[in-house]
């Protein structure tokens, strides 16, 4: 079962619809016991991370979290839910993310934000599990105004260009994050979600 949790922030299902279409069982949730016996969790959202921890604090569900990562449950943060993996991001004052992963979380500058529409994967490590199948160059749909810089360059998979290159989805064991809304992403975002449910 994956659980895809739910504090208030994400087109929930959108995700669990395009899940079930590639023969997965998902459950929206905002259980903890649901996330601690989750073998896989997608943490969707979609506006800014500091609204976001309040919620997740008020449900008191980011100790579930941090156990099922730190356990080995395969884990995929989409959009804002990437960036929540992080240590902290810059948005107005700083704000601190869930921190499993080394890294802060920056706004574009001197471009239009959000960047809304279809852009390019450029693959970067060709290990990472959920790209199986999925071909350089592939076009996905972004909405985002901050990406995340991982201090581990290792774990980045995918960069696409919007004025700078930037980190478009990361791999760091049971741990992945995608930039993009795979759900929005027609035959390549149901095949990342396959690879996911797979895993």
């Given amino acids: 079962m994956i659980a895809i949790i739910d504090y208030g922030m994400g087109n929930l299902r959108s995700v669990q619809k395009a899940l079930e279409q590639v023969g997965a069982k998902a459950k929206i ?11 896989k ?32 449950a395969m884990f995929l943060g989409i959009c804002l839910g990437l960036q929540l993996l992080f240590e902290q991001s810059s948005e107005g004052v700083s704000t601190k993310g869930l921190g499993l992963l080394k890294g802060n979380v920056e706004r ?5 934000i959000p960047q809304i529409g279809w852009n390019q994967l450029h693959i970067q490590n060709a290990d990472s599990p959920i790209f199986k199948g999925i071909e350089e160059s ?18 980045i998979s995918t ?3 919007y004025g700078i290159d930037f980190v ?13 809304h795979p759900e929005k992403s027609q035959s390549v975002g149901l095949q990342i979600l396959k690879n996911f449910s797979k895993l």
């Fill in 41 to 72: 969790i997608v943490l969707p959202g979609v506006g800014a991370m500091q609204p976001a921890m309040d919620r997740l604090k008020a449900l008191g569900i980011i100790p579930a979290i941090k156990d099922a990562a730190a356990k080995g």
């Fill in 159 to 161: 960069t696409t260009h």
């Fill in 138 to 155: 592939a076009n996905v749909y972004f909405c985002h105004s901050y990406f995340v810089k991982p201090k581990d360059k290792g774990i």
């Fill in 168 to 180: 478009s989805s990361i791999y760091a064991d049971n741990i992945l994050g995608v930039q993009f």
């Fill in 108 to 112: 574009f500058t001197r471009l239009k």
């Fill in 29 to 39: 949730t905002q259980e903890p016991d649901d996330i601690k016996a989750a073998d």
